[in-house]
């Protein structure tokens, strides 16, 4: 069993910047794969984010590459998402999960086995 805790989470400007952070307890953090994915209202959960056990590979979804970073410190068991740039589109529930899968399933919402409670983000125009 892994426990995921986001926070972070606010309101800011369009433009203005956020960092989430995730924090695991329970099992081994470095053993696992993360990722960040988020919720707007009326809309499916969609991919944000991932970051490999190492945290040497990282992968972002289209509309958020350049204005995101993924990043974890395995020995605060804690996976951190900087958000730059943000746009009104951005504001959703983000949440970060964790996976024992593979890297190839890094985008895949069905993959993940652990996830937080979620962290509202609300950029204002």
């Known amino acids: 069993q892994v426990q995921l805790v986001e926070s972070g989470g606010g309101l800011v400007q369009a433009g203005g910047s956020l960092r989430l952070s995730c924090t695991a307890s329970?099992?081994?953090?470095?053993?696992?794969?993360m990722g960040w994915f988020r919720q707007a209202p009326g809309k499916e959960r969609e991919f944000v984010s991932g970051i490999s056990r190492s945290g040497g590979i990282t992968w972002y979804a289209d509309s958020v590459k350049g204005r995101f970073t993924i990043s974890r410190d395995n020995a605060k068991n804690t996976v951190f998402l900087q958000m730059n740039s943000l746009i009104p589109e951005d504001t959703a529930v983000y949440y970060c999960?964790?996976?024992?899968?593979?890297?190839?399933?890094?985008?895949?919402?069905?993959?993940?086995?652990?996830w937080g409670q979620g962290t509202q983000v609300t950029v204002s125009s």
């Open positions: 999960a964790s996976t024992s899968g593979t890297s190839s399933t890094v985008r895949l919402e069905r993959s993940y086995d652990y």
């Open positions: 329970g099992r081994t953090f470095s053993n696992y794969v």
